[in-house]
T-cell receptor, first 114, second 112 residues
């Protein structure tokens, strides 16, 4: 069964450094999402992406965050200057068409900012 | 119900029992609801969904009930198995947005 994959599984970085989290969507999916989950807390929406542009974004998704599809396959989340409070699990999710609401989540990347 | 800090509501059941996990939502405009299962170290996994024009939907061993009057959603798992042990989140969307807003979750522990 096709699945969403994410790399790396765990990223440790120093505060102020840039990180790029990568996601490979299911091949025929057109809608892409990033969520984060701080340890022990609920999942929070960050951003949705369709047709090479951001569709919606939350208050969390400030100027330090950006997303892109650099090669038509990968979907990336970049954090330009990480802060301690960016430490969380980051989940990518994808969806195949607008009329289908089900999002399929990847296994997540655990980001630890020291 | 809601929890405080890092502690999730927990439901402990014996293998073979039926489990009922509850979720309250606050926005009467919510029109689509989803239950997700999240196992330790993994991403959320879609279980079942329901639209606001329905009050019950059944899947394989799972049933979702929606009571719009009291803004309450429940997930029933029949013949619970140890593999069902996980955190279960409800999520809601509204107004045509496909972005779910997640609840905090309930931890289901199934004892063999």
């Amino acid at each position: 069964e096709p699945e969403v994959t994410q790399t790396p599984s765990h990223q440790v970085t120093q505060m102020g450094q840039e990180v790029i989290l990568r996601c490979v969507p299911i091949s025929n999916h057109l809608y892409f999402y990033w969520y984060r989950q701080i340890l022990g807390q609920k999942v929070e929406f960050l951003v949705s992406f369709y047709n090479n542009e951001i569709s919606e974004k939350s208050e969390i998704f400030d100027d330090q965050f950006s997303v892109e599809r650099p090669d038509g396959s990968n979907f990336t989340l970049k954090i330009r200057s990480t802060k301690l409070e960016d430490s969380a699990m980051y989940f990518c999710a994808t969806k195949d068409q607008r009329s289908t609401d089900t999002q399929y989540f990847g296994p997540g990347t655990r980001l630890t900012v020291l | 119900g809601e929890s405080v800090g890092l502690h999730l509501p927990t439901l402990s059941v014996q293998e073979g029992d039926n489990s009922i996990i509850n979720c309250a939502y606050s926005n009467s405009a919510s029109d689509y609801f989803i239950w997700y299962k999240q196992e330790s170290g993994k991403g959320p996994q879609f279980i079942i969904d329901i639209r606001s024009n329905m009050d019950k939907r059944q899947g394989q061993r799972v049933t979702v009930l929606l009571n719009k009057t009291v803004k309450h959603l429940s997930l029933q798992i029949a013949a619970t198995q140890p593999g069902d042990s996980a955190v279960y989140f409800c999520a809601e969307t509204r107004g045509g947005s496909y972005i779910p807003t997640f609840g905090r979750g309930t931890s289901l522990i199934v004892h063999p």
